[in-house]
């Protein structure tokens, strides 16, 4: 028994166009693989516009709340209407998506009412994308006759109370996966699932995180025991850089889990971070492909590709970032510093991207996204008020608008030069680098650029370090 799961995004079921060439694709794998598994995303740019709609009801906005929601409708409707055309089936379907929508409707009254939408509530509505377009999908595959059913992610995949960024107990989720997918395929059903969403053991709604349903792919597949998972999406797989900043950018055939780990940490927004987890430890075959050109092969993400001239794999970037620096002489030499301006930072909830230290210890500097800035600073105040107040610590200062960009590549390894290739081309574009780090596991090196020179910086260093048209296969 062969277990296929495939996981198709936002444009890839985002237009009636788009739904018809996932259905196709379907019914070809379907042919191929005994138990196939479709996970699906919402159509792009609908949780965007459910979560707008929750925000406009909690700031007491009630008629651009119903306006966004009539948008919803008329998105849906128009693919309804060109999709299914049995009168049966279309009513039904067109019944099952109203009754979201209403639900959607009452959702944000509520929320107006009360004045704030909660992060368990926004779980609720932001879901509800996926679930009305499991139902689409579904519906789509049995007008073409390949048997299919909707299955709401709740059923199955159980997480902690994390809303928003829910994390799944993988033991629970094994169990109910199986029990509620075993049967379906036995009737030879295509379960459509939806992404994203998933469920506390006690039945309430839960959301994997924005760009989650990649996640969802990986879990199924994980607790199916599945052969393989497949990331459908509208770009011809990973890519050496952001296609919108690097025009010319290259598909790579082949990349680590590790590498692509590194690239997803650092923005690139082709795979959800979590998403190689479940499958890394087993060596699942994990691909990237296209679904506006399903004949070109894309990426194979696996443990350890092979690198004829190994050096960088791609780079990435993450925007709107800050760059906070805890400096002072007296710092030197003091145990404890490190730990507790962390511990400052990890009490406010946000994350830290980058972290580097002089090796004089007179400072620290770390990156974490510009929205946490004044709590991050206000807490490292408090934490730091005594030194402060001595002097040792002579300020704590945050530079805004700034950017990481991370150059990745397992080739990069004990190879010498790299850097010197990359800061050649900053500097011959007169790029300046606020800091730098490097991991030990030298999978990739990060830079602190200012936000103006970022695309540039992208650029240049794509154009540096790319091969020559007969270079390596895995070279940039
Ligand atoms: P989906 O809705 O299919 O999950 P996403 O929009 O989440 O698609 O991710 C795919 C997009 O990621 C691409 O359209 C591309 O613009 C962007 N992207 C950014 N960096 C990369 C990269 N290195 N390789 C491929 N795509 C990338
Ligand atoms: N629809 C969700 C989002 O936009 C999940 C996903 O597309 O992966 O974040
Ligand atoms: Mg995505």
Not at 391 to 412: F, K, L, P
Request: net charge negative; aromatic share 4%; hydrophobic share 40%.
């Amino acid at each position: 028994m062969r277990t296929l799961v495939m996981k198709f995004g936002g444009t890839s079921v985002g237009s009636s166009t788009a739904i018809q060439q996932t259905a196709s694709i379907i019914q070809k794998q379907k042919t191929i693989w005994s138990n196939l598994v479709v996970v699906v995303s919402a159509m792009s740019g609908i949780t965007d516009k459910l979560i707008q709609s929750a925000r406009y009801a909690a700031n007491n906005n009630g008629p651009a709340a119903n306006q966004i929601i009539e948008q919803i409708q008329q998105q849906h409707l128009e693919v309804i209407n060109a999709l299914i055309s049995d009168p049966t089936q279309r009513l039904e379907l067109l019944s099952v998506v109203q009754k979201r929508l209403d639900e959607l409707s009452s959702y944000c009254q509520s929320i107006q009412v009360l004045g704030e939408a909660t992060p368990r509530g926004m779980d609720v509505i932001s879901s509800l994308g996926e679930r009305i377009n499991a139902q689409i999908v579904a519906a789509m595959l049995r007008s073409i006759r390949t048997p299919a059913q909707a299955v709401e992610a709740s059923e199955c995949i159980i997480t902690d109370r994390t809303f928003q960024n829910a994390v799944p107990d993988m033991t629970l989720s094994r169990e109910k996966i199986q029990s509620t997918l075993t049967p379906l395929f036995q009737h030879n059903l295509v379960p459509v699932v939806t992404g994203f969403m998933a469920a506390t053991p006690e039945g309430v709604i839960t959301t994997l995180g924005r760009g989650g349903s990649d996640y969802t792919a990986a879990i199924l597949a994980d607790c199916l025991d599945a052969d393989e998972v497949w990331i459908w999406t509208d770009v011809d797989g990973v890519l050496s850089a952001d296609p919108r900043v690097v025009p010319d950018a290259r598909p790579i055939p082949e990349i680590s889990f590790a590498e692509v780990g590194e690239l997803a940490y650092f923005g690139a927004k082709v795979l959800h971070p979590k998403t190689i987890r479940p499958v890394v430890s087993r060596n699942m075959p994990l691909w990237v492909k296209n679904t506006f050109n399903p004949d070109f092969p894309g990426t194979r993400i696996t443990q350890n590709p092979s690198r004829s001239r190994g050096d960088i794999t791609a780079i990435s970037m993450i925007k709107d970032l800050s760059i906070l620096t805890v400096e002072g002489r007296g710092m030197l030499g003091v145990p404890g510093i490190a730990a507790r301006t962390f511990g400052a930072v990890a009490r406010t909830g946000a994350s830290v991207l980058m972290i580097s230290q002089s090796s004089s210890e007179q400072s620290i500097c770390f990156t974490i996204p510009s929205i946490h800035n004044g709590e991050v600073l206000k807490s490292i105040e408090s934490e730091m008020a005594l030194e402060l107040l001595r002097g040792d610590i002579d300020r704590v200062w945050a530079r805004d608008q700034v950017v990481i960009v991370s150059i990745i590549g397992s080739g990069m390894r004990e190879t010498p030069g790299v850097s010197a290739r990359i800061f050649g081309a900053l500097g011959k574009n007169l790029i300046n680098v606020i800091a730098i780090a490097q991991g030990s596991s030298e999978y990739s090196i990060s830079l602190v650029l200012d936000q103006d020179d970022a695309i540039r910086a992208v650029q240049a260093i794509h154009a540096e370090i790319a091969p020559q048209p007969n270079g390596g296969q895995n070279g940039l």
